[in-house]
């Protein structure tokens, strides 16, 4: 499963819920997928096919979904070859702990049952965890995507072309 992050549209007050309801629209046609949850702060599907090309997409991860108490065995999972690690945590329900509660007993047990070294500055390895309701989301990719808003659900632009590398530029950075 997937999960995928929105940003700009949180900000849009009145018109959130067209706003997402296009997005939605959008994933659907572009990736084909089948399952698809709103989680309200991002959406969790069934594909990543072209997620990277959609406009209104700040972000997408691969998740490993888990109980609360399965968040410690789940994470080490993600563990390979890696040599040092971070882990970083944000809930969006407060049904649990703390975000840095879950970072320091994670970072402790990892550490106790690898042969992995914290570096929370430089690491080979980050794990995420993200609290959504009732449910633990365990990550370590961030794939960052295009961002800004939906297609389809903003005015017309009109672009003069003087230069048309730049133009164009000039015309995907105001999507």
């Known amino acids: 499963m997937y999960l995928v992050r929105f940003g700009e549209i949180f900000t849009k007050g009145k018109n959130r819920d067209k706003f997402l309801e296009t997005l939605k629209e959008n994933i659907k046609i572009i990736t084909g997928c089948k399952e698809f949850v709103n989680l309200r702060t991002c959406y969790l599907i069934d594909t990543c096919k072209d997620l990277d090309k959609i406009p209104g997409i700040v972000s997408y991860s691969e998740v490993l979904i888990c109980d609360f108490k399965e968040i410690n065995q789940t994470a080490l999972k ?21 975000s840095n509660e879950i970072e320091k007993e994670l970072g402790e047990f990892i550490v106790n049952n690898t042969n992995l070294k914290v570096d929370l500055d430089n690491p080979e390895l980050t ?7 009732n449910k633990a989301y365990i990550y370590k990719n961030k794939i960052k995507c295009i961002g800004g808003l939906p297609v389809g659900c903003e005015a017309e632009v009109l672009i003069k072309v003087n ?3 730049l133009s164009t530029v000039a015309g995907f950075l105001m999507l």
Do not use: C, M, P
């Open 163 to 165: 230069d048309e590398r």
């Open 127 to 133: 794990i995420y965890g993200s609290i959504i309701k």
């Open 78 to 98: 993600l563990i390979h070859n890696e040599k040092t690690f971070r882990v970083r945590a944000n809930r969006s329900t407060k049904v649990y702990k703390t």
